[in-house]
């Protein structure tokens, strides 16, 4: 037996996630078959690369050195298959861009606006309730753009080398519950008022059981809890068996109702991602639009977003009321921060990122206002947000889209 790539992609995967069990499951192989794997490759190179343990794996100091030789192999060799596929779809297809993306209301507007303002390339779609699946089929060249959401509190695996600019820094998610439901009447919902609901979560989708059960039990809340997608979720919910959460451009129904939960509890950060800026730059903007007009369409997320505007112009009063100060450096020394929205990209500075090492935005995030961070706290750093860390769990990286330092005067600005 000799070490091959896929040897290499095997130990990546079970350092990256932790355990034998959850590398089976990311690769499609079977947990038995993937141990012998293992097995074979530590008697290959005489000693053992992983520590086994109930809690799961972690690298041995051996592990370690043979992880940092293999990540960039294994990253170099994806590029050279990702690459050549994606030229010779291209050169079979003709003009077409691959699109995937989790489920969101804009779709069907972006999709419109891309065939309208690129009438030669035909867009194609592809959904998946997991955002992890999705950033690999981009890193691998089976898409070229995707459409992600990242729940707050389990970030995503980002391979390395893609780019991700962020569309809205933090969304929060409402409650969807029968319209003759006691909480329905309120105009947010404590998560209180559903004590003794069972919710209905879609567990496919990365991070949201998780998230629920989290912010059910800081409440003082058992979660009780079934499996089952959104479809029949709201099936359910209708005949009051059953709460769900949703996002806040649900399209209402006349049996259901959608509320936002006090304090905006769950969160998440809407993402796109493609291997280069420039085809980021390409599809960004109708993608806000599409975003936004989805908004409009949403009676109850418009008022939420109405119900946070008068305590943002009472600060901006009150800061204009306030003693003169002398000229701020940071602005002075930032032109771009007034210069409106922007002509042709991003103009964030993106560090260099190597391996699977923290994804950070460098340099001042000088980048045209707009409604980039709805419902992000000011101050909270260049991809904070509310409960969001400063980066993402991989090797991506990061174009921010409004500028963390006046996250507040664009988290309402809705076209």
């Known amino acids: 037996m000799e070490l091959e790539v896929r040897h290499l992609r095997v130990l ?11 590398a089976a499951r990311e690769l499609g192989l079977a947990q038995p078959s993937l141990s012998a794997q293992l097995r074979r490759i530590e008697h290959l190179l005489g000693a053992p690369l992983f520590v086994r343990s109930r809690t799961g794996c972690r690298p041995t100091p051996l592990g370690h050195a043979v992880l940092s ?10 590029a050279i298959v990702a690459e050549t596929r994606a030229a010779a779809a291209r050169a079979a297809a003709g003009p077409r861009l691959r699109i995937g993306a989790t489920a969101s209301r804009a779709i069907p507007g972006w999709m419109r606006r891309l065939r309208t303002s690129a009438p030669g390339s035909e867009p194609t779609l592809q959904m998946d309730v997991s955002a992890n699946s999705l950033l690999r089929m981009v890193a691998a060249g ?12 389990s970030a995503l695996r980002v391979p390395p080398g893609l780019c991700l600019r962020v569309l809205l820094q933090r969304e929060p998610q409402f409650v969807t519950l029968a319209a003759d439901h006691p909480a329905a009447a309120h ?18 989708v990365d991070g949201e059981w998780d998230a629920l059960c989290r912010v059910l039990r800081a409440a003082g809340l058992e979660p009780d809890m079934l499996h089952g997608d959104y479809l029949t979720a709201y ?44 085809e980021l730059d390409g599809a960004y903007r109708a993608l806000e639009e599409a975003y936004w ?7 109850v997320y418009q008022q939420w977003l109405n119900d946070r505007r008068p305590a943002r112009k009472a600060a901006t009063t009150a800061e204009e009321a306030a003693p003169a100060r002398g000229p701020d450096p940071a602005r002075e020394a930032d032109p771009a921060r ?38 992000a706290r000011a101050g ?16 991506g990286r990061v174009v921010v889209r409004g500028d963390a330092r006046d996250q507040d005067d664009v988290a309402l600005d809705v076209p």
């Open 235 to 278: 099936s359910l919910a209708a005949i009051g068996e059953v709460v769900t959460i949703s996002q806040p451009t649900a399209h209402p129904r006349p049996d259901l109702v959608t509320r936002p939960l006090r304090g905006d509890p769950i969160g998440v950060r809407l993402l796109l991602a493609a291997r280069t800026e420039r």
């Open 293 to 299: 007009e989805a908004a409009r369409q949403a009676p």
């Open 12 to 22: 990546c995967a079970i350092a990256d996630t932790g355990s034998l069990h959850r």
């Open 380 to 395: 909270s750093g260049a991809l904070g947000g509310q409960g969001f860390p400063h980066r993402l769990g991989g090797g």
């Open 338 to 375: 007034e210069a409106g929205p922007a002509q042709g990209g991003p103009v964030s500075r993106v560090g260099p990122v190597k391996g699977d090492g923290p994804a950070r935005a460098t340099g001042p995030e000088a980048v045209p206002a707009g409604p980039a961070a709805v419902g």
């Open 187 to 204: 105009r947010e919902v404590r998560l209180t008022d559903l004590a003794g609901e069972r919710w209905m979560v879609d567990s496919t």
């Open 142 to 153: 089976r898409l070229d753009l995707a459409f992600v959401h990242e729940v707050e509190g």
């Open 69 to 78: 030789r293999a990540r960039p192999l294994v990253t170099e060799f994806a």
